[in-house]
């Protein structure tokens, strides 16, 4: 070296653990000769280096433009050093402990260079299921503490072997501590059994059970196979019969099955792909990216009913990407569980739970650690939105808007339904991964279970609890107890709420960024009058709220039968703002009023007006509920949550109506709340089913018709109130058309719209709005 040496220490924090990001910062430091060292540690990575200034400057910026693929820098933080490193050379280190300050980095779909491995008759990992590398492969599943090292990992049971271990030690090897690194010699194994148990070999000679696995689902054989995050249930998704007996097994009759296709072009005979889709499927978080269907897509419909999209995900391990090598047609690849239970992720379980549901198991001895389904994402107004997310997001943590940096820990327990939870800690938010539905017992168990891994991995102890206002769910009632336990402080959080401070934290919303008006549309939630709430216009900040509007409520005879049964919904509507014996003269004849009188309607109408087990709701999902059973797109009974209004959607979606003849919704003041009603939309819908009028027409027409309503509404609370931005959430946007509509309608009237993106609008976000609602409280305003 020519000029004065320096030295500093340099701590980089972020998701820099099990990435590759030590060899990288060594490869840099020794192309600039710089000596001294790198080390992981429970803060993230310490770098001690030593060399000319402007050199360390160049390998500072070097390092930020240029981290490994999976990497993600938060702070790099540069202070001199005044003792110099004692080796020549640059080194890497082994970990130390400390106070975890860094991230765990979520599972990667498998890397292009692990791709060529496996395909390559001459690499030592042809055709091995469990290749990859720092740039791939499992992280979250399998690592159980921090430090994240091979010892804190599933993968501790096996010992590498020479060849492995020559590569882990070597930083210029793109396997250096790879933590799951292993081959065909030292690691997992995959082999093929029957529902008895009985191993299958196969039935080719030189062939391997995933060879075996293929063939026998090309044959029309249900497999269930042990994944990454948990188990799969397998069928040839072109084979209806196959389909229909998985449909059958499972009682799984109507919901939507996810696919699995080898590539870009199988998955175009099938879908439109837009280049931002393209992108999506490919990338290292590999999602179940819903696609719109083409029209004569030779798929049999029971893959998906009634449904204008097909979710569509690339094979993400080397597993997938084996079994599905000669495959020129998608494979169902749906969750390996019971109906309304977690996936299997044990081989025993999967034995006990998945045998009368699959008549062959691919199964592997690595460990899953931790349970992950696959994430879900949706395109919308021209950006991806999160539907479900798990794996390949979480547990990235989100960055808090500015004013949030002082916010004491806690931790916000979610929902009760798609529940996530949601840490606080150093200025950012930790959504865990989607758990599911805590009204299922194995589904709370797992709640439980994560909870204590996530304190255990980021080491945190939070100073208090958010929770939902809902005194019956299971969240808050384990809130409850914890914090009396605990003795820490309980924050109840009106659902709604909750919603509208999840999206604008979402989009960066400063915690004194001014109020919005929060438009919430979803099923269900707990209003703080004892309510139902689910079609809310609330002028909200972080720290409060204030109700301006809602929808009309209207009472749901039979209580939760109601969600159940959208014919409920249907006659309540129409008693509440016709009257049923109006209806009955007028519409008797029609269609859907002789299928209504048949029920017991006289029963219900005594419910209602004796205010017996009939809660009022003001649920924007009820109201499509109302309309598609009017329609009889789904009238009798749902088979799963939303069906109903995703059906709807589709038939508005299939009307190629670009009329703006809509159904109006009227606007109202009582007691100084607005409300939007839907009494004018029942007479006109009649009349149009009377007509003959297509019901795909009038099932566009209603969209349209209620986004108009609430774009109107909206607006006028807003402009009332000196709005300017608005925000939308709640599982109701989930619907592209509705979201659109309205998206577009608020725009074109001037305001600035907040929207998801990085977490779900369903209450799979409610956590991260709970968490911020509770660490704005906790800041004190001087």
Request: glycine letters at 8%; aromatic letters at 6%; one cysteine or more.
């Amino acid at each position: 070296m020519t000029g004065i040496e320096v030295a500093e220490r340099i701590r980089v924090q972020g998701l820099v653990q099990g990435v590759g990001f030590r060899p990288t910062v060594w490869r840099l430091a020794r192309a600039m000769d710089l000596r001294g060292a790198v080390w992981n540690d429970g803060q993230g990575v310490e770098i001690h280096v030593c060399g000319e200034k402007r050199q360390i400057n160049r390998f500072c910026e070097r390092l930020l433009a240029q981290p490994p693929p999976l990497a993600q820098i938060d702070i790099l933080h540069r202070r001199p050093s005044a003792r110099l490193p004692e080796k020549r050379e640059f080194i890497i280190t082994d970990s130390r402990t400390g106070e975890v300050q860094t991230g765990i980095v979520p599972d990667a779909a498998t890397c292009d260079a692990c791709l060529l491995d496996i395909r390559d008759p001459a690499n030592r990992r042809y055709r091995y299921p469990f290749t990859n590398c720092t740039h791939c492969g499992p992280r979250l599943t399998l690592v159980e503490g921090i430090p994240y090292d091979r010892a804190n990992t599933s993968m501790r049971h096996f010992p590498l072997c020479g060849d492995c271990e020559t590569e882990y030690r070597d930083p210029a090897d793109r396997r250096f501590h790879a933590q799951p690194n292993a081959c065909p010699v030292c690691g997992p194994r995959v082999w093929l059994s029957d529902a008895e148990g009985k191993e299958i070999a196969p039935s080719v000679m030189g062939e391997d059970a995933v060879h075996e696995a293929s063939r026998r689902l090309s044959e029309g054989v249900i497999v269930a196979i042990k994944g990454v995050g948990g188990f799969h249930l397998a069928c040839d998704a072109s084979n209806g019969t196959a389909v229909t007996r998985l449909r059958e097994r499972k009682g799984r009759y109507h919901k939507p099955f996810a696919l699995m296709a080898r590539d870009h072009a199988v998955i175009r005979d099938y879908c439109e792909v837009s280049g931002a889709e393209a992108v999506l499927l490919s990338s290292s978080a590999a999602p179940i990216v819903l696609l719109p269907r083409l029209a004569g897509a030779k798929l049999p419909e029971n893959v998906a009913p009634q449904q204008a999209s097909l979710g569509f995900m690339l094979p993400y391990s080397p597993l997938h990407h084996l079994l599905l090598a000669g495959w020129d047609r998608p494979l169902v690849m749906t969750s390996g569980n019971r109906i309304k239970e977690p996936q299997c992720i044990d081989n025993q379980e999967a034995a006990e739970r998945l045998r009368p549901l699959a008549d062959l198991f691919l199964l592997h001895d690595r460990e899953i650690t931790n349970r992950i389904d696959d994430s879900v994402v949706r395109t919308m107004d021209g950006a991806s939105r999160i539907l479900r997310r798990a794996r390949g997001y979480a547990p990235s943590p989100l960055q808090l808007p500015d004013g949030f940096k002082q916010a004491a820990p806690l931790l916000a327990m979610g929902g009760e339904l798609k529940n996530t939870f949601c840490l606080i800690r150093q200025g950012q938010a930790v959504l865990s991964q989607h758990i599911g539905d805590l009204e299922n017992l194995i589904s709370y168990q797992d709640y439980l279970k994560n909870l204590d891994l996530y304190a255990g991995l980021f080491e945190h102890r939070p100073a208090e609890l958010v929770a939902d206002l809902h005194p019956g769910y299971r969240s808050t009632r384990h809130a409850k107890a914890m914090a009396a336990e605990r003795g820490l402080p309980l924050l109840l959080v009106q659902h709604h709420h909750a919603h509208v401070a999840s999206v604008l934290a979402d989009n960066g919303w400063p915690l004194y960024g001014g109020k919005v008006l929060g438009i919430a549309l979803d099923g269900s939630g707990y209003g703080d009058d004892g309510t139902v709430w689910g079609g809310e216009f609330l002028l909200a900040d972080y720290r409060e709220y204030k109700r301006l509007g809602k929808l009309q409520p209207i009472p749901l005879p039979g209580g939760a039968q109601a969600i159940l049964q959208p014919w409920r919904s249907a006659f309540s509507q129409l008693h509440r703002h016709l009257g049923w014996e109006h209806v009955m003269r007028r519409w008797g004849d029609s269609e859907p009023i002789v299928w209504l009188n048949r029920q017991p309607v006289k029963v219900l109408a005594g419910m209602i007006e004796a205010g017996v087990n009939s809660p009022l709701s003001s649920s924007c999902g009820r109201l499509f509920d109302a309309v598609a059973a009017i329609l009889d797109i789904r009238r009798e009974s749902i088979s799963y949550e939303g069906q109903a209004a995703i059906e709807l959607e589709t038939a508005a979606q299939r009307s190629n109506c670009s009329t703006s003849d809509v159904y109006t919704l009227q606007i109202i003041v009582d007691e100084g709340v607005h409300l939007l009603d839907s009494a004018t939309l029942w007479p006109a819908l009649l009349d149009d089913l009377r007509a003959g009028i297509d019901r795909q027409r009038i099932a566009w027409r209603f969209h349209l018709g209620l986004a108009t309503g609430l774009c109107e509404m909206a607006s006028g609370l807003a402009r009332a109130n000196g709005v300017e931005t608005m925000a939308l959430s709640g599982g109701v946007f989930q619907n592209r058309t509705l979201f659109e509509l309205v998206t577009s309608q608020l725009q074109d009237s001037g305001f600035s719209v907040l929207s998801h993106h990085n977490v779900p609008s369903n209450d799979g976000g409610l956590a991260l709005g709970q968490a911020a609602i509770g660490a704005a409280r906790s800041i004190t305003t001087d």
